[in-house]
């Protein structure tokens, strides 16, 4: 698909491009006026090149924790040596530790948008 092909996302912060392999959980989308007692959202997770992942999740942490189980944030992995340094250095507190495997990301240049409750990379013929 080409990048102008893709769906356009508008929010107050620009426009984003998404493809549907960017949505971690299409399956948990919950439609508007369906039983949602923990309030499931969107969300857009975003750095300076684009979108990272579409997370649908009931709070930011929910969002961040399946965005990485779903291997979307991989380019915002610490290794071990450097969270170690910056441990050593008094700068551990810059990383968040996220997903089952509770390793360290460094989400300095990340941007989190809640979006209108809509369905995401849903093609046609389902």
Same mark, same amino acid.
Do not use: W
């Given at each position: 698909?080409?990048?102008? !092909?893709? %769906?356009?996302?508008?929010?107050?912060?620009?426009?984003?491009?998404?493809?549907t392999?960017?949505?971690a959980? &299409?399956?948990?989308?919950? %439609? $508007? @006026?369906?039983? $949602? &007692?923990?309030?499931?959202? &969107?969300?857009?997770?975003? $750095?300076?090149?684009g979108?990272?992942?579409i997370?649908?999740? =009931?709070?930011?942490?929910?969002?961040?924790?399946?965005?990485?189980? =779903?291997?979307?944030?991989?380019?915002?992995?610490? =290794?071990?040596?450097?969270?170690?340094?910056?441990?050593?250095?008094?700068?551990? !507190?810059?990383f968040?530790f996220?997903? $089952?495997? @509770?390793? %360290?990301f460094?989400l300095?240049y990340?941007?989190?948008?809640?979006? &209108?409750?809509?369905?995401?990379?849903?093609?046609?013929?389902?």
């Open positions: 698909m080409d990048y102008l !092909d893709k %769906p356009v996302i508008k929010t107050k912060h620009g426009e984003f491009r998404y493809d392999a960017d949505v959980n &299409p399956s948990d989308y919950i %439609p $508007n @006026g369906e039983f $949602n &007692p923990n309030r499931v959202k &969107p969300y857009l997770i975003h $750095n300076e090149y979108v990272l992942a997370v649908y999740a =009931s709070h930011l942490q929910d969002a961040l924790d399946e965005a990485v189980d =779903s291997d979307k944030l991989d380019s915002c992995l610490v =290794s071990v040596e450097d969270y170690n340094e910056a441990e050593k250095d008094g700068h551990a !507190d810059e968040a996220l997903g $089952n495997a @509770g390793e %360290p460094d300095t990340i941007g989190i948008i809640e979006l &209108p409750n809509i369905q995401y990379g849903q093609t046609e013929e389902a």
